[in-house]
């Protein structure tokens, strides 16, 4: 390990879902802020190599790096705070590591001695959170164990991170993220929880260095004392985490409690100065105090689960807070929706987003929607599947092609206007063999999208096997859908629209992974004021 960079474990106790990537990005953001050098990398304690291959209902989101990486909707945060890519390697799965032991052990690499969660499952766990370290670029890696201490997947994750707090000391630190639940009975908040969590890192041989704990009520100097004086830590090093009205006050809360302090004093950093926040305390001033509003229909087939469409939800946030426009989102199912109740939901609508999507499900509605939203010039944003589901209605129903389709729900229609692309024909494996990552694409003079841009190239994430065909092109472009965006290299349509509506724009990659609180992204911004009232 180089010498430089120093190393934060962030754990999580009690329960799942306290918010550990919430709580790492926000110290991230501190530090980044105070001028180190930092980026965030998430363990996930599960078998899959990546969660691509899960179901949004099982994880929510997959989020895609610049490089082509399905990872865990965490890294979306990591990226909206820091405004830095991610990549492959701040994403590791047990299924990962485990494939990357098996394979050397099948190369020969262990040859002579049995292959063991420890030494080995553990050496490959810390060879990959120092990677990032190893590059140089980094000053800080804050890395995340996915689950909560006390789960059997976790077991090995702390196991290395026991071993490299007891190998470079003064280089790590950990921090343990608990619940101090309010028991309204007794009216009291409960420290016992807490205590037990931290007991049983202790019983792996860690002990937290910061406490940063969930809670609904302040915690005041007695609770703080206590939790101290049971737990090993300083009581400064007690940090409240309260409620936030939203995800992106956690950075000054945490600010409020000197976690950044405590953190850079215990790591030996100089503490001088302090994390400004600037950009960011504009950003939340344009959030909290919008001077309009709009409603933007956010039609999927996830909605139960809203972290499955995360990271546009974020993006019209972010997008909202550039407008001074508050985005009120109505989540609408596009299984729930059919011709007779096409009205009622979607009247009142400002704006209408089809969401990305595999298969058949809620498919229907979704044409519906983009049907009503194009026949009644709402404006429009369609995301991946929700491009193609736009080419699709207007071949129906401009073009007259009652049967167009895309292959992937109609192998064999008349018109397959989305066709699978020529090399994903002869592919097998699901994970991670879809065209993903980011690939060039050259917008059109005068289009919405390069207006929105205000760039004649940009480089946008993907993730799909089907792309438009672009034997019908000529044919759409005469009944008035025009490819405003294509990759320069293989002619893939990546953009389309109609221009005799107001704004009207499909997009075959997926533009909500790259805005970020600082860099709203300009599509999102575009659609937003197109949104607005006038
Ligand atoms: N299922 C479509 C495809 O694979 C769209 C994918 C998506 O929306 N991310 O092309």
Same mark, same amino acid.
């Given at each position: 390990m180089s010498n430089s960079t120093k190393y934060i474990f962030v754990t999580g106790g009690v =329960? $799942? $879902?306290?918010?550990k990537g919430i709580i790492s990005a926000s110290l991230a953001k501190l530090l980044q802020e105070r001028g180190f050098s930092v980026t965030i990398q998430k363990l996930d304690p599960y078998i899959n190599v990546d969660p691509g291959t899960l179901n949004p209902y099982e994880h929510g989101e997959c989020f895609v790096t610049n490089d082509g990486a399905e990872t865990d909707l965490d890294l979306g945060h990591y990226e909206r705070f820091l405004n830095v890519p991610t990549s492959q390697a701040n994403n590791v799965t047990t299924g990962r590591i485990y494939q990357s032991v098996i394979e050397k052990e099948r190369k020969g690499e262990f040859l002579g001695k049995t292959v063991q969660i420890i030494p080995h499952i553990t050496d490959e766990i810390k060879e990959r959170i120092q990677i990032l370290g190893k590059s140089?670029?980094?000053?800080i890696v804050i890395t995340e164990i996915g689950g909560t201490v006390g789960d059997i997947e976790s077991l090995p994750y702390v196991e290395a991170v026991r071993q490299m707090l007891w190998e470079f000391t003064d280089d790590c630190l950990v921090i343990h993220l608990t619940l101090v639940p309010f028991l309204a009975a007794s009216g009291e908040l409960k420290t016992k929880p807490t205590q037990h969590s931290v007991k049983a890192l202790l019983e792996l041989g860690v002990q937290p260095h910061i406490l940063v704990c969930r809670t609904e009520h302040h915690l005041d100097m007695t609770i703080r004392k206590k939790i101290a004086k049971f737990c090993n830590v300083h009581v400064n090093a007690v940090i409240e985490s309260i409620d936030a009205n939203t995800i992106y006050e956690v950075p000054v809360l945490m600010q409020e409690e000197e976690l950044d302090k405590v953190v850079l004093h215990k790591l030996g950093l100089p503490t001088k100065g302090t994390a400004e926040l600037i950009e960011w305390k504009k950003f939340l001033d344009r959030f909290q105090n919008p001077k309009s509003e709009v409603k933007i229909g956010l039609v999927g087939k996830y909605i139960e689960l809203k972290d499955s469409y995360k990271s546009i939800a974020e993006a019209l946030i972010h997008a909202g807070a550039h407008n001074e426009c508050k985005v009120d989102i109505k989540w609408i199912h596009s299984e729930s929706i059919s011709p007779a109740n096409i009205e009622e939901n979607m009247n009142g609508l400002d704006g209408v987003l089809v969401a990305p999507g595999f298969g058949s499900r809620g498919i229907k509605g979704k044409l519906h929607a983009v049907q009503y939203a194009r026949e009644n010039d709402i404006p429009f944003l369609g995301i991946c599947l929700g491009m193609q589901c736009a080419v699709i209605e207007f071949a129906r129903h401009e073009l007259g092609w009652s049967d167009a389709h895309t292959t992937e729900i109609s192998e064999d229609c008349a018109y397959p206007v989305i066709d699978i692309m020529e090399e994903q024909k002869g592919i097998t494996d699901m994970g991670g063999t879809m065209r993903l990552g980011a690939y060039k694409c050259k917008l059109m003079e005068g289009s919405k999208i390069a207006d929105a841009y205000n760039e004649e190239t940009i480089y946008e994430r993907h993730r799909h096997r089907f792309e438009f065909n672009n034997k019908y092109l000529e044919e759409f472009e005469k009944a008035g859908m025009i490819a405003t965006g294509k990759n320069p290299e293989t002619g893939l349509v990546e953009v389309v629209e109609i221009p005799n509506l107001k704004w009207f724009v499909g997009a075959?990659?997926?533009?909500?992974?790259? $805005? =970020?609180?600082?860099k709203p992204h300009p599509l999102f911004n575009a659609f937003v004021k197109a949104s607005m009232p006038k």
């Open positions: =329960t $799942s $879902s306290l918010g140089g670029d980094y000053d075959q990659f997926h533009p909500e992974y790259k $805005s =970020t609180v600082e």
